[in-house]
């Protein structure tokens, strides 16, 4: 062979292997497999590794750059690092989770059979993802052990052509891709991300190696026009695993397999197949309407936004207008007529969409909030701010950063305790006694548990939480935006390679005070760009002491471009007022009801805090907030502000137990109760079931 030839090959690294696939499907189509791929790696670090992804405005700090110092996500941090990973791994390695008993079995290492639900596997990639996360901040080698061992097992597991899903390895009744119930995609997708985040993490390729096994099998079976697989998108976590590996290998068939995904919803015709038996069909897994004609939000919430989030990821790098154009009515939908004031979404557990196919666990109607039955599956609030981060990306504009606190500070956190052992799967807006048979359902619950079943939640949790300081910041053309605060250090890299550190102290989200201190910059002028959230009106800036004179406009990124030097201090406050918010006119369900908000959280009144023979439906509230006191409590539900003040209570004995009854005036009781933040409910029951509202009526 010819040096010349020699180079070639080594350039496109790309050649057949002979494996061949599809067992049961009957089709053998070839696997070309990426086995130099290692020679051509990408060397960025973020979560999104999107430093040269042509579309983006706002990339990805690397992973690790940003940590966490002091306050409140420091404290998270902490309690991820010591309670949240221990406790996860006890499940997950042992009897109760038997997710790692799993891949054991698959690998001939152990006996027994697959235990779990059929995107088990891709909650065990999830809790590795986020023992990476933290790895990333702390540097502990057991972790990095840990995960060797994993990933030993992971690839014994895994068949000669890369195929890997121990739900149907293990299983004799089953066989590859015959219904995409068995969640395979999900699994694909899951494996893929946690496999890129461990390389740009570690330098290792061991679980890439896997990784770009598998993703070459899903290339040999779905860029085909096989029609069997082209309903296969289903919970598509694969379309952001696909871009990350290409963003990772820089092998362009991933991004063209991702997109094959997309394109393939809305193509075929909504009818029952072999493939599509035993789950629901249409709009449910968004496959009525292609995505670029979409303007509705629809179907299973968790399946919506990995759909949508995966598809901002494929943006970023194509730059297709109508893709970004149908993902911006998309988000507007979400958050404009479909999200709850906790960020959360998926309305109901059971209902209908517009088209009138059956969803589960999704959106519904336009403005429909009901509360008590509100789904809000952890797993689904957490996607919404996965999507916005990609937007954030795409457009940078602060309002997408604004979607990512909400849900960070309410809608996520409220699916775990203080002390990071108990989960919650949904996360409704009140819960009163009796309204619930529990018994009937497999994912509500009336405290948190220590184990679900359906485990998706809790490791998507977590990595959120031990991944949220790598969202914390963007860089931009020139400079840096501020897109989370928190006390850390941030030292990294703006995109011209000149070096970067930052300290920023705070208090937030108790105290609207953010000291960032200047400690190291290259001399020449940048931005910094502060995010100025849409609550906080009033907010003030100041550089040295001294008023900046750039506009600070709630819901946009403050810029101030200047000469930077070390020792320069930029003063933001945000006014922290305790607000009532109401609901659009259009949502019945809230009709003179308000919430209660204090900087990004939002309150709630619970049992602990009332009467013993109150119910929280008794609770009235007086309309106005300012009488309500702001106190922060250091030994309080792990440190927070609750808010103290009257409310009235209306007697039981007032009310009939009909379904409309003659309604007397009431005999009102006035009583001082203390309001704690959503996300902290059900803390203090000691294992029993309590009572909890957001929205309260308003007396006037
Ligand atoms: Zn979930």
Redesign the pocket.
């Known amino acids: 062979m010819g040096k010349l030839t020699i180079v070639f090959f080594s350039l496109i690294m790309i050649f057949s292997c002979k494996d061949k696939v599809g067992d049961s499907a009957g089709s053998q189509q070839e696997i070309i497999s990426n086995k130099d791929y290692a020679a051509n790696l990408d060397n960025g670090k973020g979560i999104l590794n999107n430093t040269h992804s042509p579309h983006v405005k706002l990339r990805s700090i690397d992973m690790g750059d940003c940590k966490w110092t002091e306050g409140f996500w420091a404290d998270k941090f902490k309690i991820t690092e010591e309670k949240m990973i221990p406790y996860m791994r006890t499940l997950l390695t042992g009897e109760t989770g038997h997710a790692l008993n799993n891949f054991k079995i698959a690998a001939g290492l152990k006996e027994g059979e697959h235990k779990g639900m059929h995107w088990h596997d891709g909650d065990f990639y999830k809790f590795m993802e986020a023992a990476m996360y933290v790895y990333a901040q702390n540097g502990d080698e057991k972790l990095l052990k840990e995960l060797d061992e994993y990933i030993d097992i992971i690839g014994k597991a895994q068949e000669e052509d890369g195929y890997l899903q121990t739900q149907i390895q293990l299983r004799d009744n089953l066989s590859r891709y015959e219904n995409r119930k068995y969640h395979e995609m999900y699994n694909s997708g899951h494996l893929m991300t946690s496999a890129c985040i461990h390389y740009r993490i570690t330098g290792q390729t061991n679980f890439l190696d896997i990784a770009v096994k598998h993703a070459d099998l899903l290339y040999s079976l779905f860029m085909t026009d096989d029609e069997r697989y082209g309903r296969f998108g289903f919970n598509q976590t694969q379309i952001m695993g696909l871009v990350e590996m290409y963003r990772t290998t820089k092998d362009k068939r991933y991004l063209e397999l991702a997109e094959q995904f997309i394109n393939n919803r809305g193509k075929y015709e909504v009818a029952e197949t072999p493939e599509t038996k035993g789950y629901p069909i249409g709009d449910m897994v968004q496959e009525r309407t292609p995505l670029r004609e979409s303007d509705e939000a629809v179907g299973h919430a ?1 399946l919506a936004l990995y759909y949508y989030a995966g598809a901002a990821d494929v943006y970023a790098e194509t730059g297709e207008q109508a893709l970004i154009d149908a993902l911006d009515k998309l988000w507007m939908n979400v958050t404009l007529k479909k999200m709850y004031v906790t960020g959360a979404v998926g309305q109901t557990h059971y209902g209908a969409s517009t088209n009138r196919d059956k969803i589960e666990e999704g959106f519904i109607d336009e403005y429909m909030m009901p509360n008590m039955t509100a789904y809000n ?4 609030n ?1 996607t919404n701010s996965m999507f916005s981060y990609r937007l954030l990306g795409v457009h940078g504009e602060s309002k997408y950063a604004d979607i990512m606190e909400k849900v960070l500070y309410n809608s996520a956190l409220s699916g775990i305790n203080i002390e990071g052992d108990r989960y919650y ?1 949904a996360n409704p807006l009140r819960v009163i006694h009796g309204s619930r048979d529990y018994e009937k359902m497999n994912t509500e619950f009336p405290t948190r548990q220590a184990y679900l079943d ?1 485990f ?2 809790p490791p ?1 949790l977590v990595r959120t939480i031990a991944q949220a300081s790598g969202w914390a910041y963007s860089l931009a053309d020139n400079g840096v935006a501020v897109n989370l605060y928190g006390g850390n250090v941030l030292e990294t890299k703006l995109l011209d390679g000149s070096k970067i550190k930052l300290t920023q102290e705070t208090k937030y989200p108790w105290d609207g005070a953010v000291k960032i201190t200047i400690e190291e910059s290259k001399e020449a002028p940048f931005d910094m760009l502060l995010r100025i959230p849409d609550w906080a009106e009033g907010s003030t800036l100041a550089i040295n002491g001294r008023d900046t004179g750039v506009s600070v406009v709630p819901g946009e990124f403050a810029k101030v471009n200047r000469a930077w030097k070390k020792g320069d201090v930029i003063q933001l406050n945000m006014p922290m007022d305790v607000n009532f918010v109401e609901g659009n006119d259009r949502i019945e369900e809230v009709r003179n009801q308000v919430a209660i908000q204090r900087g990004p959280i939002v309150y709630c009144v619970e049992s602990a805090d009332l009467p013993k023979d109150a119910s929280i439906l008794d609770v009235y509230i007086k309309g106005d907030p300012t009488k309500l006191k702001a106190a922060y409590q250091p030994n309080f539900l792990g440190g927070v502000t609750s808010l103290t003040g009257e409310v009235l209570l209306r007697k039981e004995d007032d009310k009939k137990g009909s379904m409309y009854n003659k309604m007397q005036k009431p005999d009102w009781k006035s009583y001082r109760t203390t309001f704690v933040p959503y996300f902290a409910w059900s803390n203090r029951n000691g294992g029993e079931e309590g009572e909890m509202t957001v929205f309260l009526p308003v007396v006037w």
């Open positions: 968790v599956e952890t797993c689904a957490i799967y359906c998706c939640c998507n």
